[in-house]
């Protein structure tokens, strides 16, 4: 090995960056260039897998999420080329980059290459050197998009929660309420929803200003995340001091006793506020849809109305409680009443 060579797949060399341990899968039908190979990455920093055909390789990289692969063209089964179209066709949850090794030097070839998903090739006998700077060059393009990847889902989350309580916005429930009784409908599953309003919330505000009145949603919003199912169950900011909750699978008792059960823990200790301790409570409606319900009624809009009205009488019959809307008769049921 040159001393060129040798100095730079060093094991000093990082060419990771961001990831901890950049995964590269090498396949290569002959077990000497193989060894040799691995052997080359391996110094230059890289964890190798490797594969001795395309059939295997394409095994690996659906069942384990690689960065990078480096691949033989020629290969008994499935060549490089088949194996490129085969991942390109692959819902794979990350880009994989893709440098083809290839004794053939016509353009011909080269064409083949990359219109067969290759990001980039290199013509045998292989030099370690150059090997190492396309698979480091691999990197950054893997790297890059792996970045845009979660910037993106950032921005996209940013565009679905409420920036100051952190729950899911209006606009998130605006397009997955619709959904929600969509698969309800579909499935022929229970579905409800109930709707919170913070109880004489103005006068927080206007007593103790507003940095208070957000100190007390904040901590509204946390004490029905602790009362919901992880998973399933979500809630969104209606507006203002209004809540929406959203249990899938959930029939009308029990989401009139998740209901119950946020009222109880908004109203059992006093909240921290910048302007001291403060007492608050919440009203609750709770609205359902059911497998029997009649279908030209189910809609997103209706549920969310039949829960405000429940609400609203909630607030009438004094604050601080639960009613639901029965669904039949359309009537509210105070759960102090019935209980
Ligand atoms: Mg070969």
Not at 165 to 191: S, W
């Amino acid at each position: 090995m040159s001393s060129f060579i040798s100095q730079h797949i060093s094991s000093q060399r990082s060419p990771a960056g961001a990831f901890a341990l950049p995964r590269l899968l090498l396949a290569e039908d002959a077990p000497l260039e193989r060894e040799q190979l691995q052997y080359f990455l391996q110094k230059g920093g890289y964890v190798v897998d490797t594969a001795a055909d395309g059939v295997e390789a394409f095994d690996k990289i659906t069942r384990d999420p690689f960065h990078i692969l480096v691949t033989d063209w020629e290969m008994p089964g499935m060549d490089g080329a088949s194996l490129c179209r085969r991942i390109r066709e692959a819902d794979l949850p990350g880009y994989v980059y893709i440098l083809l090794l290839t004794g053939h030097g016509s353009s011909d070839h080269v064409v083949d290459a990359l219109g067969s998903g290759a990001d980039n090739f290199i013509r045998k006998p292989i030099d370690p050197a150059e090997l190492l700077a396309h698979v480091d060059a691999g990197l950054r393009i893997v790297q890059l998009e792996r970045s845009l990847r979660a910037a993106n889902e950032q921005i996209r989350r940013l565009t679905i929660t409420d920036p100051l309580v952190g729950t899911f916005n209006r606009r998130h429930l605006d397009a997955e309420l619709i959904k929600e009784v969509e698969r309800a409908r579909r499935y022929g599953h229970c579905l409800s929803v109930v709707m919170a309003d913070l109880d004489r919330f103005k006068n927080i505000n206007d007593r103790h200003g507003h940095s208070v009145g957000d100190d007390v949603l904040r901590e509204f919003a946390s004490r029905a995340r602790g009362a919901i199912r992880q998973g399933s169950d979500w809630i969104a900011r209606f507006g203002g001091e209004e809540f929406v909750i959203v249990l899938p699978e959930t029939p009308l008792t029990g989401a009139t006793a998740t209901a119950e059960k946020i009222r109880a823990l908004v109203h059992a200790s006093s909240v921290t506020t910048s302007s001291g301790l403060l007492k608050i409570s919440a009203s609750f409606g709770v609205a359902a849809l059911t497998p029997s319900s009649d279908p030209a009624a189910l809609c997103a809009a209706t549920l969310l109305k039949r829960a405000d009205e429940a609400l609203y009488r909630s607030k009438l019959a004094g604050r601080n409680r639960v009613m639901q809307m029965d669904e039949e008769r359309q009537t509210t049921k105070d759960l102090e009443l019935i209980s």
